[in-house]
């Protein structure tokens, strides 16, 4: 038997899954209840602040990213932009047990997805539902999740990086396309590729 003596670096050090892109790891940093944005640092793999969200708006879902994923090229050409945001690919996660804590790794299947666009960049969103979830494992696709749910997320999205000063996110941030699980998983199969390529650059 074999086993790690230290705590996995969250974005290098677990794997993205041995079924990817039907099913992924995701490393959630943020819970529906949060009102301080937590983010990995990219270095250390410590969940750290990154901001105290200026105004009441929380996200609908648990929120991280997919380990051993990278938005490059690859997912900025499936955009159609020039760039990707350079950070791991984000993933929201539907569970409807209340998940207590983040720092902690979960099994998702992507649904669908939102094409966001950030100071023309890609920053793509993969929605997923928690593996054996007794409520949300019946959706299988973007069309079984409610208009509202979208609607509050693509809000979140739009407003999360406002700030008490009035800057308007929305004037530099859109959302493109709200797309099915089938593009998800080219998605996250061009990440996949994208941080391959930035590993082997590196």
Known sequence: MTFNKFTAHP???????QDSPNAVN????????DV????????????????????????PTLYGFVPQTYCGALVAQFANVTKGDQ??????VFSERPITHSNILMEARPIGGLRLIDKGEADDKILAVLKNDSVYSSWTDIMHIPEPLINRL????LTYKNQATGTNQAAVCRIDKIY????????????????????KNS
């Open 11 to 17: 974005w290098h050090g677990i794997s993205i899954h």
């Open 36 to 59: 301080i944005k937590y983010e990995v640092d990219k270095q250390s793999g410590h969940l750290k602040v990154d901001r105290p969200q200026s105004f009441s708006n929380i996200c």
């Open 26 to 33: 995701a490393f959630i940093e943020i819970l529906p209840t």
């Open 87 to 92: 950070d791991p690919l984000d993933i929201c």
């Open 154 to 157: 693509q809000h979140y999205f």
């Open 180 to 199: 099915d699980a089938k593009t998800a998983k080219e998605v996250i199969s061009r990440s996949q590729k994208d941080y391959e390529n930035l590993v």
